[in-house]
């Protein structure tokens, strides 16, 4: 049992790229979200799922794009870095669409664009 | 909107000396409330919780109560060790959000030295 797992672990881009951050979760989790961690900003929600097929807008949307591909899998897509986008990137799941619910965190993505 | 407010770290301190992180937090609902912990190079995991007024979380030592009256939910420990050196984060969910959304604090690093 890995719980969320996610790829790559480091990356580097230039300013104009594009990348996709993956997330897998082995709990039959309902919801998963991805949030990055900036310096003195704790982490901020980008975007979540409650289900297979359905994703919704975070706190910081922009510059971003998602797909549930299935239950498993939660995946992230800059389309064009930009420096800004230098954080790291984690993605969580739960059980199920509940505010008292448990939030599993993978390990982390750290990306810096140039 | 939401929001928390955690004191600035880092804290230092010695082994077996006594802990408290100060959180408090804005909320127009009645929130549900989290202090998560991340080790170095890890994701974050719960710490423990407590969802409605006067609820005390503990765990591994670790204690918070949720006060209502005075919106906080303060991290305590009696006694840390060196292994808990880590970032700790004061989060809340709004239990009138069915998405499950956490609003996090900015963190508090904390360093525990021998």
């Known amino acids: 049992n890995a719980g969320v797992t996610q790829t790559p672990k480091f990356q580097v881009l230039k300013t104009g790229q594009s990348m996709t951050l993956q997330c897998a979760q082995d709990m039959n989790h309902n919801s998963m979200y991805w949030y990055r961690q900036d310096p003195g900003m704790g982490l901020r929600l980008i975007y979540y799922?409650?289900?297979?097929?359905?994703?919704d807008k975070g706190e910081v949307p922009n510059g971003y794009n998602v797909s549930r591909l299935n239950k498993r899998e939660f995946s992230l897509r800059l389309e064009s870095a930009a420096p800004s986008q230098t954080s790291v990137y984690f993605c969580?799941?739960?059980?199920?669409?509940?505010?008292?619910?448990?939030?599993?965190f993978g390990p982390g993505t750290r990306l810096t664009v140039t | 909107g939401d929001s928390v407010t955690q004191m600035e770290g880092p804290v230092t301190l010695s082994e077996e000396a006594f802990l408290t992180i100060n959180c408090t937090y804005t909320?127009?609902?009645?929130?549900?409330l989290f202090w998560y912990v991340q080790y170095p190079g890890e994701g974050l995991q719960l710490l423990l919780k407590?969802?409605?007024?006067?609820d005390k979380g503990s765990n591994k030592g670790f204690e918070a109560t949720y006060r209502k009256e005075t919106t906080s939910f303060h991290l305590e420990k009696g006694s840390v060790q060196v292994s808990d050196s880590a970032v700790y984060f004061c989060a809340l969910s709004d239990t009138t959000d069915s998405w499950g959304k956490l609003q996090f604090g900015a963190g508090t690093q904390v360093v525990v030295t021998p």
């Open positions: 407590a969802t409605k007024a006067d």
């Open positions: 909320a127009t609902g009645y929130p549900s």
């Open positions: 969580a799941s739960s059980a199920k669409r509940d505010p008292m619910a448990e939030q599993y």
């Open positions: 799922s409650a289900s297979e097929g359905t994703t």
